[in-house]
């Protein structure tokens, strides 16, 4: 398995987290956990996105308000630690307020009031050429390093943040005066983002670091297929900091080396998932960059985006049913693999990365592609499984039935698209925010992408 960035330096920070997070919390009790029986499959969907959502509510950095890395119920982390704001996850909490909001979790004043203050944060974080580090200080807003050189823009984190910021200003933009203002804000901070820097001299392709201090010693030239997608999209949407087409079809399409042709378990896929001979990739490919992104009827040269992310998904629910490893607890009322904690510290879990590991967002997040195979599975979690999986931020980020593994720990980019994905499911919400962007539209466009959301 080749690892995205996401994956190799942040083994080594939990793998020794799990060592310093020692100490126990007193437990309160929360009657939202106590296990529900016989709920409707809307009232179970409606409680999973409810109780996740209140990670980046409750749980979320004071200071800031912005979407804490991870949280351990029953650790207390060191201090250096429990104000780490993650960008990418700010990023997903941010569509999952706007949820909140909708769905009426929060009021609209409180939601409004908790977004302005992210966005005054993110105003005043340390920014490299317009983009976020990975990790920020939620107290200063100062560049946490996520590795050595890795102490200043993350453009892949960043484009998570300004896909929030797009459907933030789609929100807000006709509303009242201070609504209008909020939206005027987000709009400001993803016009803020140099997008041709990352080109590292005028290279067609995007580089994922730069650092005042390393420079481009990161060397990460990102080209597909994986869970960058919208950040090629947002490069050539921008209206500030635009790239041309060749970029993408250069770069992130390899100059026609992301075609490919094969199938997993029956189901076609024409993208070649990066060096993966017929294999595909952990689940989260088939999220991050679909939050805002609507893969329905979304086409290009490469892909059918919607047919590739439900066969994707298909692909890991059949290999999780066939269970040719023989792992305890695999079937249809359990299956999911994607990047998460393990009980081999963190893997991005894959058919090809397997070590029993079942990650709820997989099947969860995928919920709009196979509904009924992740309701299975939500139910299961709830009802069979119950406390050993469930929690006060909702289903906890990974376990093992085969090695007897329930930690109760959640990380950030997990449960965002939990929520995002199930309010997409339910009404489309911010699929309809993100792609009702003019300069989104003429992006896609640009890269010669079709989409029934595209104005003629």
Not at 38 to 59: A, C, I, M, P, R
Not at 69 to 94: C, M, Q, W
């Amino acid at each position: 398995m080749k690892f995205t960035f996401h994956h190799i330096f942040i083994i080594s920070f939990i793998l020794i987290s799990f060592s310093s997070c020692t100490q126990k919390e007193s437990k309160v009790y929360n009657p939202d956990l106590a296990i529900k029986k016989n709920l409707s499959d809307d009232e179970l969907l409606d409680l999973v996105q409810k109780q996740t959502f209140q990670y980046f509510w409750d749980g979320a950095e004071p200071t800031s308000g912005a979407a804490r890395e991870r949280f351990h119920v029953d650790e207390i982390y060191p201090d250096n630690d429990k104000s780490t704001v993650a960008t990418g996850a700010t990023g997903f909490g941010l569509m999952a307020i706007l949820s909140g909001i909708d769905r009426g979790y929060v009021t609209k004043k409180e939601g409004f009031d908790r977004l302005n203050k992210i966005l005054d944060f993110l105003a005043k974080a340390d920014r490299f050429h317009g983009a976020w580090s990975h990790w920020i200080y939620g107290e200063t807003g100062k560049v946490k390093p996520f590795g050595k050189k890795d102490n200043g823009g993350d453009l892949v984190e960043t484009s998570f943040v300004a896909q929030a910021l797009i459907c933030i200003e789609a929100y807000y933009k006709n509303g009242t005066s201070e609504e209008k203002a909020l939206a005027k804000k987000a709009d400001g901070l993803w016009k803020g983002i140099d997008f041709s820097w990352y080109r590292n001299g005028g290279q067609n392709v995007l580089y994922w670091h730069w650092s005042p201090e390393y420079k481009w010693e990161m060397n990460f030239p990102v080209k597909g297929y994986n869970e960058c997608l919208i950040m090629y999209v947002l490069a050539a949407s921008s209206p500030t900091h635009t790239i041309p087409a060749e970029v993408y079809h250069e770069g992130w399409g390899r100059s026609g080396g992301i075609k490919a042709n094969f199938e997993v378990y029956g189901h076609p896929f024409t993208m070649d998932y990066q060096g993966q001979k017929n294999a595909v990739g952990p689940l989260f490919w088939a999220h991050y960059s679909y939050l805002g992104l609507n893969p329905k009827g979304l086409k290009d040269q490469y892909a059918n985006y919607w047919e590739n992310n439900v066969n994707h998904t298909l692909a890991i629910h059949d290999y999780c049913v066939a269970n040719p490893k023989k792992f305890k607890g695999y079937g249809e009322n359990n299956w999911g693999l994607t990047a998460s904690y393990s009980v081999k510290g963190y893997a991005a879990h894959n058919p090809q990365e397997d070590f029993g590991v079942i990650s709820p967002t997989a099947a969860i997040s995928s919920i709009p592609y196979t509904p009924k195979e992740s309701m299975k599975v939500i139910r299961h979690l709830y009802e069979d499984l119950g406390d050993k999986v469930w929690g006060k931020y909702g289903f906890y980020d990974a376990f093992s039935e085969t090695d007897n593994w329930y930690p109760k720990r959640y990380l950030g980019i997990d449960q965002g698209p939990m929520v995002v994905m199930i309010q997409n499911y339910r009404s489309g919400l911010l699929w309809k925010l993100f792609m009702s962007n003019p300069d989104v539209q003429k992006g896609l466009t640009k890269l010669g992408f079709e989409s029934p959301e595209i104005k003629k």
